[in-house]
C-alpha cells in the first residue's frame, strides 16, 4: 500500500470514520453525541476515549446482532474496496463456499491507546 494511500486511511480514520452517523462507544454510552471528535474542545480527552467506530452495516453490542438492511448505510468506499482486494488476494472467497463476489457491508475500526494489549478474544 502506497504511502498516500496509507495517509488517507490514517485520516479517514481520524476525522471521518468516528462521526456521526457511525456510531462509536462515545454515542452509543452517550459520552458525546456531537461532531468532530478529534477537533471538539474536549478532543483530546474524547480521543483517549475513542476505542472503536462501526461503519455499514450497525452492530447492537448488546444483543449481539446487526440491523435490518432496511436501517443500514453504505460501507465507506475505500473500506469496502480494501476487503474485497484482501479477500481476493489470501483467496478467502474459495473458502466461503465461492458463490458469488464477495461483498462486504460492514466494518468495526478499533482506536488503541499507546501501549494497550489487546487479549486472545472471539468477535461474533
Known sequence: MSRPTQLLYLHKSLYHYPEHPNPTNLSSAGTYTGSGVAEAEEGRLLRRKLRWATLGNDYNWSEKTYAPESETRPLPDEIRHLAVVVVALLRLSDM????G???????????Y???AHLAPHVDR
Open 96 to 99: 466461503m463456499g465461492g458463490e
Open 101 to 111: 463476489e464477495f461483498e462486504p457491508d460492514a466494518a468495526i475500526v478499533n482506536y
Open 113 to 115: 491507546p499507546p501501549n
